[in-house]
């Protein structure tokens, strides 16, 4: 749940631009922030697993959907102030993708950030699977009890038994407008201190149409380290919820050119007083 995602002056004379390597450069060097960006985003995205995945592991008999959901917002909206100066805090593949399109973000910088968001995905799955072995008796009621380890799903895998066809087309709209209030909401001049409550807000909103009818992914990196270490067959279905959510994110940059224009060159992030032309958003 979520992202964005880059973060560096996006000129033709600024010789440490993302987009203009200069000779000799490694490939962290695309990435702004380095290694403690990604850091970062592996961080975020092993804490969204653990927090937000594991409540409804462990506690969604307890405090059903809307508090699942909340779980996933609040989460989301902590993580954009405690690491959206240092990376963005995409934690989310489908929001880096969103980002790269929108030009904010080189190619390069965009990839590590996913290599960075899906290790933090399977460690914190590998986290809530130690927890969940030192349950002594299973919980009933909830996802820990039809094994799919918080996993999103369809078919038998879904609350409201939703078709794979139905799964996809519903993972693309959410993940599109979370994508849709990234974008939108960390372009160009405006408040960016308050960025973080909508995008938290949004993933939240999204949680609560997309637990009953998928479970809701919208986060590639958030289903496939969960479904590592599921029972039932969310690993055979996790290739849905890589593929739409990324086809979400493309869609979401196709809507934000037809409502903003061109991209833009400006980075914002939640927490950041508005630079010189850059590059790239805070998000989940």
């Known amino acids: ?55 409804a592991i462990f506690a969604g008999k307890f405090v059903g959907d809307i508090g699942i959901a909340l779980a996933f917002g609040f989460t989301l909206l902590a ?44 460690i914190g799955a590998v986290l809530l699977h130690w927890i969940a072995s030192a349950v002594r008796e299973p919980l009933g009621g909830g996802p820990f009890s039809r094994k ?57 909103a999204i949680h609560l149409v997309g637990i009953p009818l998928t479970g809701t992914s919208v986060n590639p990196a958030r289903a496939l380290g969960p479904a590592l270490f599921a029972d039932n067959n969310a690993l055979s279905q996790s290739w849905l919820f890589i593929v739409a959510p990324l086809v979400g994110a493309i869609a979401a940059v196709a809507i934000h050119w037809l409502v903003h224009g061109e991209p833009e060159m400006p980075a914002a992030r939640p927490g950041r007083a508005e630079p010189e032309p850059v590059g790239a958003p805070a998000a989940p």
């Not at 409201?160 to 209030?181: D, N, Y």
């Open 148 to 204: 799919s380890f918080g996993s999103p799903g369809w078919g038998k895998n879904s609350d409201l038994f939703i078709s794979a066809s139905g799964a996809f087309l519903v993972e693309i709209i959410l993940t599109a407008v979370l994508v849709l209030v990234v974008l939108g909401t960390t372009r160009g001049p405006g408040d960016k201190p308050v960025a973080g409550i909508a995008i938290g807000a949004a993933l939240t």
């Open 1 to 55: 749940m979520s992202s964005e995602p880059v973060h560096a002056p996006h000129a033709a004379d600024a010789p440490n631009a993302p987009n203009t390597p200069r000779a000799g450069a490694s490939v962290l060097d695309q990435v702004e922030g380095g290694w403690r960006a990604l850091m970062a985003e592996f961080v975020g995205t092993m804490l969204l697993v653990v927090l937000a995945v594991g409540t």
């Open 79 to 122: 993580l954009v102030y405690m690491i959206g100066t240092v990376s963005g805090c995409h934690v989310n593949p489908a929001v880096t993708l969103g980002v790269v399109l929108a030009r904010r973000m080189s190619p390069i910088a965009g990839v590590l950030y996913w290599v960075a968001q899906f290790a933090g995905g399977i």
